[in-house]
């Protein structure tokens, strides 16, 4: 296992979208996250509001990869429709440097990602929705403090539910 540092989120600005078009077209990101978008279609999703909140996280300085949340209840477009929880949000992430994974630094991002989101006392709960072929993904976020809730489909097809609670009061810094 790699030791890690902190791990620093930085909101995504203009300036990282580029770099953000050149992460998605990785091979190790493509086979899990899809096909890429253009330049001017991710710029629109991330850069013109809305609930879901992107970030570049950074280790020493360096950017190490994305991870985005957003507000689970209202998602719109067939996702989530069951859900009655306003203080549920949802997370996706990856790491861009393909030399980097398989060493722990995945679920240390995700772990210090979630504690940030249950900073805010209207947190209940963070979902996460990897492949039920993701392996290496489902080990991590268990890893982080998930647990499957169970296979769910979802309009970009079938996904393994898992959710990490509020810890109690006495277990947040
Ligand atoms: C998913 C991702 C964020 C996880 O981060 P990471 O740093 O690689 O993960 P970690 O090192 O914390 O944990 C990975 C675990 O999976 C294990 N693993 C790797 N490949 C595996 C496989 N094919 N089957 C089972 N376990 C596997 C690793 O051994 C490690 O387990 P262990 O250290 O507990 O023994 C990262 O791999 C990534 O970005 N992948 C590409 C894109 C992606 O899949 N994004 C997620 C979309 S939901």
């Given at each position: 296992m790699t030791r890690v540092g902190t791990i620093e989120f930085r909101a995504l600005t203009e300036a990282d979208v580029p770099m953000l078009h050149d992460w998605l077209l990785r091979p190790h990101v493509r086979q899990w996250w899809g096909p890429a978008e253009s330049v001017e279609e991710l710029r629109e999703d991330?850069?013109?509001?809305?609930s879901t909140h992107a970030f570049i996280a950074h280790l020493a300085g360096e950017p190490i990869g994305f991870i985005q949340s957003y507000v689970?209840?209202?998602?719109?477009?067939?996702?989530?429709?069951?859900e009655t929880d306003p203080g549920a949000r949802g997370i996706d992430q990856f790491l861009?440097?393909?030399?980097?994974?398989?060493?722990g630094l995945g679920r240390a991002m995700v772990r210090e990602f979630v504690e940030q989101l249950f900073?805010?006392?209207?947190?209940?709960v963070v979902q996460t929705d990897p492949s039920p072929h993701n392996a290496r993904a489902i080990r991590c976020y268990t890893a982080a403090g998930f647990a499957a809730v169970g296979e769910v489909v979802t309009p970009d097809g079938p996904a393994l539910l898992m959710r990490c609670h509020r810890p109690p009061a006495s277990a947040l810094r």
């Amino acid at each position: 296992m790699t030791r890690v540092g902190t791990i620093e989120f930085r909101a995504l600005t203009e300036a990282d979208v580029p770099m953000l078009h050149d992460w998605l077209l990785r091979p190790h990101v493509r086979q899990w996250w899809g096909p890429a978008e253009s330049v001017e279609e991710l710029r629109e999703d991330y850069l013109t509001g809305g609930s879901t909140h992107a970030f570049i996280a950074h280790l020493a300085g360096e950017p190490i990869g994305f991870i985005q949340s957003y507000v689970v209840l209202g998602s719109g477009d067939g996702w989530w429709e069951d859900e009655t929880d306003p203080g549920a949000r949802g997370i996706d992430q990856f790491l861009a440097h393909a030399g980097q994974l398989n060493r722990g630094l995945g679920r240390a991002m995700v772990r210090e990602f979630v504690e940030q989101l249950f900073a805010d006392p209207v947190v209940t709960v963070v979902q996460t929705d990897p492949s039920p072929h993701n392996a290496r993904a489902i080990r991590c976020y268990t890893a982080a403090g998930f647990a499957a809730v169970g296979e769910v489909v979802t309009p970009d097809g079938p996904a393994l539910l898992m959710r990490c609670h509020r810890p109690p009061a006495s277990a947040l810094r």
